[in-house]
């Protein structure tokens, strides 16, 4: 300090001298640096004004002299004015400060050494810059403070070598480790501490902070809470809150108090609401956008949402730059806000230009397809949303991003669109297990998106002791170039996991598909199948002797369905609900006659900490007719993962006098859901499930229905989907076990 004091005695001065001594305007003929040898002399002159063949300037000087002080990286700047018949020649001259040598980290025992360096800006050989050493001791603290060493002492010392170079040492008392053990707020009457707390990052100590890391104190998550606070009053109306600086005792580093003080104040409502400026229609048509009203409590986050409403109704006719701005007035006396929104519509705007961009598989005639937007049309944020909903639900990418910018004329917009490739292609070989099969060997080989057209096509083989499985599928979206969906399937079933008879099942299916809006389709498939029953036991029942040999089934069905989850592979809202209805025999011809209907619904409803809650339900009836008896391998097998967990496969239904399960002609599940987040790192979520239904053949056997419920565990692992269920039958008949547990892995389908 007492060193820059001189400096700028000097300064003072040489520009009292300069200012007397001057006469005529003269030239500068040459700048020269003295003194500099860590600093780049480029570093120094680009900090001065004074040019070589420019004006002379005792201003320009003293300006100059400042400006290489400011650098930082100097103890001393003088300057050296000489005159010579070309001009004045203008010498600085610099000392430096030291460099730093090395930094010695002490006293650390409990933080590794490498997370300390990482809060350190402080490189080697660099300048040595005191205020930010005293940053860098700063940061380390609150390293030791994030991590629960709330006694912690760091001290910084500097040692001064004669080379011109430094030494810092940085020294750290740890203390003891300590947690959060209460938060406690001062002055709220009309919020509780409970709502209040659960708003906050910060949290006291408790049971599971082993798993979440809660009960450390972070002063930047603190502080950020405290701005959490209040804006969660002004949201609730109190326009005059106050959030004061915590108080946080360390008295005890083993177990901190944090008290926050809270001024509320009076909670105001919305009085007038208003419009002004381009309105482009009636007020009323306005009113009808918006959700608020008069009365209500006044809420920023609510305005934020009227804007985007407004915007969006404004952008969905072409005014993609329209400016909404929200107006308050105050009044105090009534503790009203009146609000008046400004509405600026600018220029209305067309499409000019459409670029696709990250699609290194994916034909952009396929991306373009699903676009509800195109070149020349008018500007809608609307069909915007939507076309990119569509392109997500296609599977094909990870990301799906607009973006837009100003076109060749003010009428005209152009949309980049931006997309993140998913991987589609899989080639799978597995051992899997399930409480059916017990061990599966598998191998598959399947691509969503075949040559980046968006065929979807599959080849899927599996092997077990009782079960044989294969299956070739391919599937077209867009027929021929139209927005019809065909496809077809050829597989072989081979089934013996039943102790009275098998059967194998070999054919093959035609489908064709097409979507009537965003979320309503339908698809109707013609399938012919050939089946033969063997190895019946001679005790079996005569039902199952009467379906020995071999069998054809021609049938056609047909499958409305609508479909407006949120997210087909995780969906937390939304809802997903079909009816099925085949007919097979008849004029199709074949040896089974009947007709079959499946009623399925499944609501998805969004829950608090990441859950959500799957309701479903399903009911089918199959029946024959033409005196032709009902295949056994067409009926409802209720019991198992997919119907009623708890139970084994088929025992929620008729059974035979060898407690075989027999399928039923009438069915009805119904299933609760509660799905929570464990690890989202890792992708592993856990479930608990009620399950009640019943296989039956007459409705008046409807009742009583069976039940079962327990946890389960849902991962998509490495190695595929694994999923568990621990199913406990709640009303066990003779001989039933009490509990099934449901296993399938091994397999990414």
Do not use: C
């Not at 007709?595 to 608090?608: E, H, I, M, R, Y």
């Not at 509660?674 to 479930?687: D, H, M, N, Q």
């Amino acid at each position: 300090m007492l060193v820059r004091q001189m400096g700028l005695v000097l300064l003072v001065f040489f520009s009292l001298f300069i200012g007397i001594s001057a006469g005529a305007e003269e030239s500068i003929y040459k700048i020269m640096i003295l003194g500099n040898v860590k600093v780049e002399e480029g570093v120094i002159r680009g900090a001065i004004k004074s040019r070589e063949g420019g004006p002379f300037s005792v201003e320009k000087i003293r300006e100059d002299l400042r400006s290489i002080f400011d650098v930082g990286s100097f103890t001393d700047v003088q300057v050296d004015i000489k005159s010579t018949p070309q001009g004045k020649e203008v010498i600085f001259i610099v000392v430096e400060k030291p460099s730093i040598k090395d930094i010695l980290i002490k006293g650390n025992n409990k933080v590794k050494l490498d997370d300390i360096k990482e809060k350190i800006s402080l490189p080697p050989r660099s300048i040595l810059n005191l205020e930010k050493v005293k940053e860098n001791s700063e940061q380390i603290r609150k390293l030791y403070f994030s991590k629960g060493y709330y006694g912690v002492k760091v001290e910084y010392k500097v040692d001064y070598l004669e080379t011109n170079e430094a030494v810092v040492t940085f020294t750290i008392s740890e203390g003891p480790k300590g947690n959060i053990q209460k938060i406690v707020f001062k002055g709220n009457k009309k919020i509780k501490s409970s709502q209040l707390k659960k708003l906050m990052t910060t949290k006291r100590r408790n049971i599971f902070s082993i798993i979440t890391k809660t009960g450390t104190l972070d002063e930047d998550i603190l502080k950020n809470d405290l701005q959490l606070l209040t804006a969660y009053y002004f949201d609730q109306g109190y326009l005059e809150a106050k959030v004061s600086e915590p108080k946080i005792n360390l008295s005890n580093p083993k177990k901190i108090r944090i008290e926050i003080g809270i001024v509320e104040g009076s909670r105001y409502h919305l009085g007038n609401i208003d419009f002004k400026g381009d309105l482009l229609t009636t007020k009323e048509a306005l009113f009808k956008v918006l959700k608020i009203k008069r009365g209500d409590v006044y809420s920023n986050t609510v305005i934020r949402k009227e804007v985007n409403g407004l915007t969006e109704k404004f952008a969905n006719q072409g005014y993609a730059y329209v400016e909404i701005n929200p107006e308050i007035s105050v009044d105090n006396k009534n503790l009203l806000v009146h609000l008046t929104f400004e509405i600026e519509k600018k220029k209305r705007v067309f499409y000019e230009k459409i670029q696709v961009v990250g699609n290194t598989k994916t034909r952009d005639k396929v991306i373009r397809r699903e676009l509800v937007v195109a070149e020349g049309e008018l500007y809608n944020a609307a069909d915007m949303n939507k076309s990119r909903d569509r392109l997500k639900r296609t599977g094909f990418f990870k990301e799906v991003d607009f973006t837009t910018s100003r076109g060749s004329t003010e009428e005209k917009i152009n949309l980049d669109l931006k997309v993140e490739e998913n991987p589609t292609g899989a080639i799978t070989f597995g051992v899997g297990y399930s409480t059916i099969e017990s061990v599966v060997g598998s191998a598959s080989i399947s691509d969503r998106n075949l040559f980046g057209l968006g065929y979807s096509g599959s080849l899927r083989f599996s092997l077990g002791f009782k079960t044989q499985n294969f299956r070739l599928s391919f599937t077209d979206p867009y027929f021929l170039g139209y927005p019809y969906a065909a496809g077809f399937d050829l597989y072989h079933e081979r089934m013996e996991i039943f102790d009275t008879y098998s059967y194998k099942i070999t054919g093959g299916d035609l489908r064709f598909g097409k979507e009537l809006t965003d979320s309503i389709r339908i698809d109707v498939m013609y399938k012919l199948e050939n089946i033969v029953v063997y190895d019946v036991a001679d005790d079996a029942s005569i039902y199952i002797k009467d379906q020995k040999g071999k069998k054809t089934t021609s049938a056609i069905s047909i499958s409305p369905s609508i479909d407006n989850r949120d997210d087909f592979f995780n969906p937390r809202r939304g809802g997903k609900h079909s009816l099925f209805i085949q007919n097979a025999g008849g004029i199709l011809g074949g040896d089974n006659y009947f007709v079959k209907a499946l009623g399925q619904t499944s609501w998805f409803f969004p829950l608090p900490l990441n859950s959500t809650l799957n309701l479903r339900a399903q009911a089918g009836m199959i029946s024959g007719y033409s005196g032709r008896k009902l295949p056994i391998y067409e009926k409802f097998f209720v019991g198992g993962i997919h119907t009623v967990r708890g139970l084994e496969y088929g025992k929620a239904g008729p059974v035979d006098i060898n407690e075989e399960p027999i399928g039923a002609k009438k069915m009805v599940v119904f299933n609760t859901e509660l799905i929570f987040p464990i690890s989202r790192e890792i992708g592993l979520r856990g479930a608990l499930f009620f399950d009640m239904g019943k296989g039956f053949d007459k409705w008046s056997e409807i009742t009583p229905l069976r039940f079962g419920a327990g946890p389960g565990i849902r991962w998509y692992s490495p190695f595929g989907p694994i999923h568990i269920d621990v199913g406990f039958n709640l009303n066990p008949k003779k001989g039933e076990k009490g509990h099934v547990i449901e296993f399938t892995a091994g397999t990414v389908y």
